[in-house]
């Protein structure tokens, strides 16, 4: 059986850098940066313990295809995304653990 992923991005608190990521458990690898589980990680290092943005896919790979256009893309057209689902830039992980 495959599993689908998770696009997101976690930001810092002033919103001075951003951060995209993949993964299969969002609720988990979200906690992970926000415990710094990965001690000198990029996330660890500028203090991205807030998720902004996050959007599951069915299949991996349009996950993986979806990361790497984020990636690929510049700030404008991140914080644009960010914006299109979370205009206040608030912190979801909570909505997360409700869900």
């Known amino acids: 059986m495959e599993r689908g992923g998770c696009v997101y991005i976690m930001t810092n608190k002033r919103q001075s850098v951003l951060y995209t990521g993949i993964t299969s458990d969002i609720v988990a690898r979200t906690r992970d940066h926000k415990n710094r589980v990965h001690p000198g990680s990029f996330t660890d ?3 991205c313990d807030r998720l902004v943005y996050h959007c599951f896919y069915p299949h991996i ?3 993986i295809t979806a990361e790497k256009a984020i990636k690929g893309g510049n700030r404008k057209s991140k914080e644009a995304l ?3 689902m979370n205009p206040q830039w608030k912190d979801l992980y909570d909505e997360l ?3």
């Open 97 to 99: 653990l409700v869900q």
């Open 61 to 63: 790979e349009e996950a």
């Open 82 to 84: 960010i914006n299109s």
């Open 45 to 47: 290092r500028y203090n």
